[in-house]
């Protein structure tokens, strides 16, 4: 399985930005996947997580009503639109696949995905 990111760039407090990850793999279309971040000196963490068929999306709390994560699955694609971003939200974002087969729960954490891509960097100026 792999993952590719891109999109990342810099963009002023409240601008937008799409990021975009490209996967390929034999089970992706029965996998939820997510985009995570990694600030310096931070921990990766969980920003959104949709699920394997696309019809249920949870947030962290911190991007709720400013993101939407979406997918293709014709195009093995998950998408991270970013509205109204903030400098906190400056980090190297990463897309990864839930290793759990057909789940479409709500609780995601960076334990249970894998096969992380590169990462896209997103800088925020105040």
């Known amino acids: 399985v792999q993952l590719v990111e891109s999109g990342g760039g810099l963009v002023p407090a409240g601008g937008s930005l799409r990021l975009s990850c490209a996967a390929s793999?034999?089970?992706?279309?029965?996998?939820?996947l997510g985009w995570f971040r990694q600030a310096p000196g931070k921990e990766r963490e969980f920003v959104a997580a949709i699920n394997w068929s696309g019809d249920s999306a949870y947030y962290e709390d911190s991007v709720k009503g400013r993101f939407t994560i979406s997918r293709d699955n014709r195009n093995n694609t998950v998408y991270l639109q970013m509205n109204n971003v903030k400098p906190e939200d400056t980090a190297v974002y990463y897309c990864?696949?839930?290793?759990?087969?057909?789940?479409?729960?709500?609780?995601?954490?960076?334990?249970?995905?894998?096969?992380w891509g590169q990462g896209t960097q997103v800088t925020v100026s105040s």
């Open positions: 990864g696949i839930d290793r759990r087969l057909l789940y479409s729960g709500n609780d995601y954490t960076t334990a249970d995905f894998g096969s």
């Open positions: 793999g034999p089970t992706l279309s029965l996998c939820a």
